[in-house]
């Protein structure tokens, strides 16, 4: 298995200074399981779950965690502990950890401080590898006892105060948190401490149709850590892209070191209101990782990683049903370093276009009339032509078109051309459509969006091609018969490709 550096993270990012003092009161009984990438399996896809303190109230913390489970559909056996041993949201209770009557692997914990170290003793003797502490912040000395026993039996701590772990896989489908967010299951991992920007990145991945892997929610980060996550996650088939929120930066070149591993193989974001110095933005970004402004930035990014091929190159083509639009795009994308070459004559010979008024070099501004069909082949000409690395599309719906025909001219022609990277922004009629076809080009809000979310793309593919530490491999995949040109490999997804 491949592993992350052995320069720890822990000391990149962290929550309060005082984690090291308290870690360093219970250092001799070491760290459990060797912090090995496998003592996280059962903690973020465990096979059975039991909530400590599940307790009838609506609104209660116990009691809204074991309802999050059973709403969201949890794969594995679901068990609660209540002093009262009456079921709770349907699900069979049992008044101690002592008396549940199978094997656990986690334990969903809401109890009071006092008593999470015995629930831990409790836990590791029906097996539990692991524990999510909700709840409330713990004083120091709590959290030298609740370390203490989670080393002295084994088991594994995410939080405490934190917002929980979530894992979408379909045969999982963990959401021990108090978020009440149903996100997609999908190749995006993400990692906060803040529990309310938790929700609010979770929220962010419903609305834009973004699939996640897995959330966790560090918290006090007492004792599962950046560094673990990213030797899990480096690993996991699941998880193709990595998005980070911290609260505060300790040492960024640490954080740099072990990014770097990671983005070697696949794309690490991070956000936030941490703002490293000067200096360390550039070790940042010599270490690949993509920084983004805020949340909407994030899986916009995240969007073009996930669902295109990295750009081969920097020349863009600008295709639209709207000439001012095409031309505004058009700007925006020379801001930000792309270069829109202009086409060929061969190229602009074989466009399907015969009206005085629509510009036939790039951007092609086409009426808002232009019937389905001709935009299709619009866009297919400039797809063929090998004049482009990137497809951006602006298509705008009103009462003189039919949005709806568009797209569906145009996905196979999308699909046809996977190779490409492919972005679309639409107006006048977005509210339900996030991809374009079965290729699954992203649909942004507007030109800034997708301009700013295939930079970061371009980026990315740039410092792959450029990082020491990257095996120079070609990846030659196989579209409908055609071999396409060589390319960077990639974060993404089916045929695609992949790092």
């Not at 000439?323 to 020379?334: I, N, P, Q």
Request: charge should be positive.
């Amino acid at each position: 298995m491949t592993k992350v550096t052995p320069t720890s993270a822990r000391t990149a990012l962290t929550h309060a200074s005082d984690q090291p003092d308290v870690r360093g009161a219970v250092g001799a009984l070491g760290h459990p399981r060797g912090a090995e990438p496998s003592s996280l399996r059962r903690v973020l896809a465990p096979r059975s779950v039991a909530v400590v303190g599940a307790g009838s109230r609506h609104g209660g913390t116990g009691h809204e965690a074991l309802r999050a489970l059973r709403d969201y559909g949890f794969g594995g056996r679901l068990l609660a502990v209540n002093g009262s041993g009456r079921p709770v949201c349907g699900v069979p209770t049992y008044p101690s950890v002592a008396a549940l009557p199978t094997r656990v692997d986690l334990l969903v914990v809401a109890v009071p401080p006092a008593e999470i170290p015995d629930v831990l003793g409790s836990g590791a003797r029906v097996g539990a590898q692991g524990a999510v502490l909700l709840g409330e912040r713990l004083a120091e000395q709590d959290r030298i006892q609740v370390l203490r026993a989670a080393r002295q039996h084994h088991v594994r701590v995410l939080g405490p105060s934190c917002l929980g772990v979530l894992n979408a896989a379909p045969a999982v489908r963990l959401n021990a948190s108090l978020s009440p967010a149903r996100p997609p299951s999908g190749g995006l991992a993400l990692a906060v401490q803040s529990g309310a920007l938790g929700i609010a990145l979770l929220e962010q991945a419903v609305r834009d149709h973004c699939g996640v892997s897995t959330l966790v929610s560090l918290g006090q980060e007492l004792d599962v850590s950046v560094d673990e996550l990213f030797s899990y996650w480096l690993d996991d088939p699941a998880t193709r892209a990595i998005a980070l929120s911290p609260e505060s930066f300790g040492d960024p070149a640490t954080f740099a070191s072990v990014a770097r591993t990671l983005g070697n193989r696949k794309p690490v974001l991070l956000t936030g209101h941490a703002q490293p110095a000067t200096a360390d933005e550039e070790a940042l970004r010599s270490a690949g990782v993509i920084r983004t402004a805020g949340i909407g930035e994030t899986f916009d990014t995240a969007r073009m990683l996930l669902d295109q091929p990295l750009p081969a190159g920097n020349r863009m083509a600008i295709v639209g049903n709207a000439d001012g639009l095409t031309r505004f795009t058009a700007d925006t994308a020379r801001v930000h370093g792309f270069n829109i070459v202009p086409l060929s004559g061969p190229t602009r010979a074989q466009l399907p276009i015969r009206i005085g008024s629509t510009r036939c070099d790039n951007p092609v501004g086409l009426g808002v009339d232009t019937p389905a069909d001709r935009l299709a082949n619009v866009v297919e000409t400039i797809a063929n032509s090998n004049e482009a690395d990137i497809l951006l599309l602006t298509l705008v719906g009103n009462r003189s078109n039919v949005l709806a025909a568009n797209v569906a001219a145009l996905a196979p022609v999308l699909d046809d051309h996977a190779h490409l990277t492919i972005a679309a922004v639409v107006i006048g009629g977005r509210d339900h459509l996030h991809r374009l076809g079965p290729a699954g080009a992203p649909v942004f809000r507007g030109p800034e969006e997708a301009v700013r979310a295939v930079a970061n793309a371009r980026d990315y593919a740039a410092w792959r091609l450029e990082s020491p530490q990257v095996r120079r491999f070609v990846v030659r995949p196989v579209y409908r018969g055609r071999t396409v040109p060589s390319r960077p490999a990639r974060a993404g997804r089916g045929p695609r490709g992949s790092s």
